[in-house]
């Protein structure tokens, strides 16, 4: 429900912007503009396109998984859709989603906000070594089981997707 009331609220949005931007500028103008910034998005993601798909294509006869080029082709692919439609703020949405430098940032933005997103360890201070034992949870975090119970499982006693069960150890 909140990302539906995100995408509704960024349309409303863009669609402000067009219009007022359409009122200073003229209807000829913004109609450019708007043109331009699709054909400079479909230009981009070819380019961009046939070079991740030349690298996939590479990492597969390596026998390698292509996971970065899959996730790069999704990233253009959304951004060639924000291009295609018409508004100013979609049209730099996709622009970041589609020059390869501002696709990293991006990217890495979007991991930052996901891990506080998640709740995920964090460093207890910055002057730490690296090890393991340095990084700590969250109180309260709904992702940490209870290491001192020693028995795998959820709150049902069924164990989890992902834990292992030895031959030896009696079903719960």
Sequence with gaps: MPLLLFISLFTLLDFVV????G???GLLATLILVLATGFIGLYLIRQEGTATLARARQRMAQGEL?????????????????LLAPGFLS??????????GARRLLARL???INLRLQGVAYRSSPGNTGHSRDWQRPEGDPH???????QPGGDDGQPLEGDFISRNEPRR
């Design 23 to 25: 009122s200073q500028i």
């Design 18 to 21: 067009l219009f007022s931007v």
């Design 110 to 112: 979007l991991a930052l």
């Design 66 to 82: 292509p996971s970065s080029e899959l996730l790069t082709g999704a990233a253009l692919i959304f951004g060639g859709a924000l």
């Design 144 to 150: 940490v089981r209870d290491t001192q119970e020693g």
């Design 91 to 100: 049209d730099a949405l996709g622009l970041l989603c589609v020059v390869p």
